[in-house]
């Protein structure tokens, strides 16, 4: 009997298909699964010798990947943009797929990638949810100005969204046609279910008890507010995964491309591969967080004088995440590094800065 097996498995929305191969690469068996949960621990309880399998990263991999973790020997999930050399073959389907991520697993080769806890997962997706119904209450609070400017309505801007005022706005329309009362009687009703599902949404996250000490440190940080502490602390999951700021940076999308290829060197714009969800709520705080942290205007202003506002901006970001990252790491409150002037930061000596001891010494 082999000691062990190795399998490949290509998911998608209604099927699995598999392949198990032993460590001289033979094929033992392959085939196809429907993408059920009780087919597929029915599949793996027939499994006799200790398997490691792996599967791409997709929309769907999660489940599948929670339902076959606890009958293999190592479960793993492949990060889909180093994988591209799959979808690359001239020759593709679902058995070769399968066949070549079992080759990956069998050779060792596979470019692995985090896989969040189960709760993790569960509570990334209220705020992500959460996020969305914010951009629709966004988008009704736009439609409600619209109608208003198109029916050629004057109106107080900063009371428009209030309850009171636009009951009181909506009792005064003349000359406008029932049909708009009615629009805005409905983008109305929308916007009040919107704001109370983020609210619950909000409420729950706010009350998680694994959650609630986490996002109280890193709101110690000037210029972090609740909901960038739950973004990150959700997005990043451990940031002990992260062995350097490089690469929570890279993580956060606050990096550029780089190219290099016979001794010609190019950078270009923010890569593509990052976590967007992550990315854009901290240039969103980057924007609001120089006004409650003095360090971080320091930055801000500096960046300014070299006459870019979004290279300030991202330089403001990226300073947070720096924050971020040794909070969480330390478990401890962030004590911000001595204050200094913009003369100050202009005459320091680049390369013999130490670095600043950014938390308490007390012990967690």
Same mark, same amino acid.
């Given at each position: 009997?082999?000691a062990i097996h190795?399998i490949?498995?290509?998911?998608?929305?209604?099927s699995i298909?598999?392949?198990?191969?032993r460590a001289?690469?033979s094929i033992?068996?392959e085939g196809?699964?429907p993408?059920?949960?009780q087919a597929?621990?029915?599949?793996?309880l027939q499994r006799?010798? $200790?398997?490691?399998g792996?599967?791409? &990263?997709t929309?769907f991999?999660?489940?599948?990947?929670?339902?076959?973790?606890?009958?293999?020997a190592?479960?793993?999930?492949?990060h889909p943009?180093?994988?591209k050399?799959i979808?690359?073959?001239?020759?593709?389907?679902?058995?070769?797929?399968a066949?070549?991520?079992?080759? /990956?697993?069998?050779c060792?080769?596979?470019?692995?990638c985090?896989v969040a806890p189960p709760?993790i997962?569960e509570?990334r997706?209220?705020?992500?949810?959460?996020?969305?119904?914010?951009?629709q209450?966004?988008r009704?609070?736009?439609k409600?100005?619209g109608l208003?400017?198109e029916s050629?309505?004057?109106y107080n801007k900063a009371?428009?969204?209030?309850?009171?005022?636009?009951?009181?706005l909506l009792g005064?329309?003349?000359?406008?046609p029932?049909s708009?009362?009615?629009?805005?009687?409905?983008s109305?009703?929308?916007?009040?279910?919107?704001q109370?599902?983020?609210r619950?949404l909000?409420?729950?996250?706010r009350?998680d008890?694994?959650?609630?000490a986490?996002?109280?440190?890193?709101?110690?940080?000037g210029?972090i507010?609740?909901?960038?502490a739950?973004?990150w602390a959700l997005?990043?999951?451990?940031?002990?995964?992260?062995?350097? /700021?490089g690469?929570?940076l890279?993580y956060?999308?606050?990096t550029? &491309?780089?190219?290099?290829?016979a001794d010609?060197?190019?950078?270009?714009? /923010?890569?593509?591969q990052r976590?967007?969800h992550?990315q854009?709520?901290l240039?969103?705080a980057?924007?609001?967080?120089?006004?409650w942290?003095?360090?971080?205007?320091v930055?801000?202003a500096r960046e300014?004088e070299r006459g870019?506002r979004?290279r &300030?901006?991202?330089?403001?970001?990226?300073k947070l995440?720096?924050?971020l990252?040794a909070v969480d790491k330390s478990g401890r409150p962030?004590? $911000?590094? $001595?204050?200094?002037?913009?003369?100050?930061?202009?005459?320091k000596? $680049?390369g013999?800065?130490?670095?600043k001891?950014l938390?308490?010494?007390?012990?967690?």
């Amino acid at each position: 009997m082999d000691a062990i097996h190795y399998i490949g498995f290509d998911v998608h929305k209604k099927s699995i298909s598999f392949c198990v191969k032993r460590a001289d690469g033979s094929i033992v068996a392959e085939g196809r699964v429907p993408a059920e949960r009780q087919a597929l621990r029915q599949w793996a309880l027939q499994r006799s010798t $200790p398997w490691h399998g792996a599967m791409e &990263a997709t929309l769907f991999s999660g489940w599948i990947y929670d339902t076959l973790k606890p009958y293999a020997a190592q479960l793993e999930m492949g990060h889909p943009a180093l994988m591209k050399a799959i979808g690359a073959a001239k020759k593709k389907t679902d058995r070769l797929d399968a066949q070549r991520i079992a080759d /990956l697993v069998r050779c060792d080769l596979l470019p692995a990638c985090y896989v969040a806890p189960p709760a993790i997962r569960e509570l990334r997706q209220l705020l992500r949810y959460r996020n969305l119904v914010v951009r629709q209450a966004v988008r009704m609070q736009n439609k409600i100005s619209g109608l208003l400017m198109e029916s050629g309505v004057s109106y107080n801007k900063a009371r428009l969204h209030g309850r009171e005022y636009f009951q009181e706005l909506l009792g005064r329309l003349e000359e406008v046609p029932e049909s708009v009362k009615h629009l805005l009687r409905l983008s109305r009703g929308a916007l009040e279910m919107f704001q109370s599902v983020q609210r619950q949404l909000l409420t729950r996250l706010r009350h998680d008890p694994g959650l609630k000490a986490r996002v109280e440190r890193l709101s110690t940080i000037g210029g972090i507010g609740e909901v960038t502490a739950l973004t990150w602390a959700l997005e990043i999951a451990d940031p002990r995964r992260f062995r350097s /700021l490089g690469q929570a940076l890279s993580y956060c999308g606050l990096t550029a &491309a780089f190219r290099s290829s016979a001794d010609k060197v190019e950078r270009g714009p /923010l890569s593509k591969q990052r976590n967007a969800h992550l990315q854009t709520t901290l240039i969103e705080a980057a924007k609001l967080a120089p006004r409650w942290n003095p360090q971080l205007a320091v930055v801000h202003a500096r960046e300014l004088e070299r006459g870019h506002r979004n290279r &300030a901006t991202l330089a403001v970001a990226r300073k947070l995440v720096s924050y971020l990252l040794a909070v969480d790491k330390s478990g401890r409150p962030f004590v $911000p590094p $001595p204050a200094l002037n913009q003369e100050q930061e202009k005459t320091k000596t $680049p390369g013999k800065e130490k670095p600043k001891t950014l938390l308490s010494r007390q012990k967690p």
